[in-house]
């Protein structure tokens, strides 16, 4: 079993779960997320509690004892506080701003570049040079982030790009001068 997958999750007073079979809802201020868990898994509500349990000795069940219970509490931080990445944009020129609920990045590149959030994400603008995607679904989030950053990732040389807040880019020395 997984050390992981033995905890148990505690459900805020103002979260709501159901579970039918093999899918959990939840329910809060913030919105509601539906995920399917994998066979074998299984969960026992309790009063304020969950509890993920294996049925049977099945290798994969086992396997995914950890992440089916790191899923559902991530599920319930979502809906009742959500999650934010923060990016900032670094270089000569390089700057963001939101048009129609649209990111538009210009990154030195001969032509803007235009990102328009799923669902239930919100990008958010702060002086030009940083960047908030929030959301309530931890995947999502992270996955908006990384292909905003992935437009200009940081450069090695200047350190030029969109990075992820308190990122460190190792820079590289440049060529060595000819004859110096």
């Known amino acids: 079993m997984s050390r992981i997958g033995k905890k148990i999750v505690l459900l805020p007073t103002n979260i709501s779960t159901q579970f039918d079979g093999q899918t959990i809802t939840v329910n809060g201020p913030k919105g509601t997320l539906l995920r399917t868990l994998p066979e074998g898994i299984t969960l026992e509500i309790n009063d304020g509690t969950i509890l993920v349990q294996t049925s049977g000795n099945s290798k994969r069940a086992n396997q995914l004892h950890g992440l089916s219970r790191t899923l559902i509490s991530n599920m319930i931080e979502g809906v009742s506080t959500g999650f934010s990445k923060k990016l900032q944009i670094q270089g000569v ?88």
């Open 93 to 180: 020129g390089y700057r963001s701003q939101i048009d129609n609920n649209n990111l538009i990045l210009s990154v030195g590149y001969s032509h803007v570049v235009t990102i328009q959030p799923p669902q239930n994400i919100e990008i958010k603008v702060e002086n030009n040079t940083s960047i908030t995607v929030l959301g309530i679904d931890k995947e999502v989030v992270g996955q908006v982030a990384s292909s905003i950053r992935s437009i200009r990732p940081p450069e090695p040389y200047k350190g030029k790009g969109i990075r992820y807040q308190g990122e460190v880019v190792r820079t590289k020395a440049g060529k060595a001068g000819k004859g110096k």
